[in-house]
């Protein structure tokens, strides 16, 4: 089983559409948790950290249940612009150690069109 | 730019090759992390600097692959003798614990293409 699963999609959804990705982490000792944005052919960048009571920036809101493992995004208002790889990412401090290493999601493919 | 940066971009080689790819990071990060992504998959851990020391390899790190950081700089990473299922995206990251929740920064990668 995978560390960090999410569905690949790919979602294809029109602009203005509210569109959400699941992931689901195996490791209970997971402390932190993102999401990453990655466009084609690019690195993957920081959109947002997940926190226990829930978050939102803008039109993103990230949810995350530890109970049950499970992180969500939730996209309201789709643009053009939100065509991407959405990469669920886990981070865990081995040994104790202070530094994390994070663990990512096979990520998920949105495309918006017009 | 003051980001992550990777060289070369871009290398195509053929397989039995050595390759080098280096990763300078953002100057004021002490911790320094390669990554390694396949086609529609998620980035892996490689391996993980503090300074100038090698703290953690991934299992994916085989003996063909050596990382260093010499002066807690700049990095490099190189593969020996390289196979066709080497080529991947390879991908360092940079971070700080200044930073409370140390965001990790990606450069922009090296693509690798072994023939």
């Known amino acids: 089983r995978k560390e960090v699963e999410q569905d690949p999609g790919p979602f294809n959804v029109p602009e203005g559409a509210t569109v959400a990705f699941n992931c689901t982490y195996s490791?209970?000792?997971?402390?932190?948790f993102f999401w990453y944005r990655q466009d084609c052919r690019k690195e993957p960048k920081l959109l947002m950290s997940?926190?226990?009571s829930g978050n939102e920036d803008g039109r993103f809101t990230a949810q995350l249940n530890r109970a049950s493992q499970y992180i969500s995004l939730l996209i309201r208002d789709s643009k053009l612009s939100d065509s991407a790889t959405y990469l669920c990412?886990?981070?865990?401090?081995?040994?104790?150690?202070?530094?994390?290493?994070?663990?990512f999601g096979q990520g998920t493919i949105l495309t918006v069109h017009p | 730019d003051t980001g992550v940066s990777q060289d070369p971009r871009h290398k195509i080689t053929k397989r039995g090759q050595n390759v080098t790819f280096r990763c300078d990071p953002i100057?004021?990060?002490?911790?320094l992390y390669w990554y390694r992504q396949t086609l529609g998959q998620g980035p892996e851990f490689l391996t993980y600097f503090q300074n100038e020391a090698q703290l953690e390899k991934s299992r994916l790190l085989s003996d063909r692959f050596s990382a260093e950081r010499p002066k807690g700089s700049f990095s490099t990473l190189e593969i020996q003798r390289t196979e066709q299922g080497d080529s991947a995206m390879y991908l360092c990251?940079?971070?700080?614990?200044?930073?409370?929740?140390?965001?990790?920064?990606f450069g922009p990668g090296t693509r690798l293409l072994v023939l």
């Open positions: 997940v926190y226990s």
């Open positions: 100057s004021e990060h002490n911790r």
């Open positions: 990251a940079s971070s700080s614990p200044v930073n409370a929740l140390e965001t990790q920064y």
């Open positions: 990412v886990v981070k865990m401090f081995p040994g104790g150690t202070s530094y994390g290493k994070l663990t």
């Open positions: 490791n209970s000792a997971s402390q932190s």
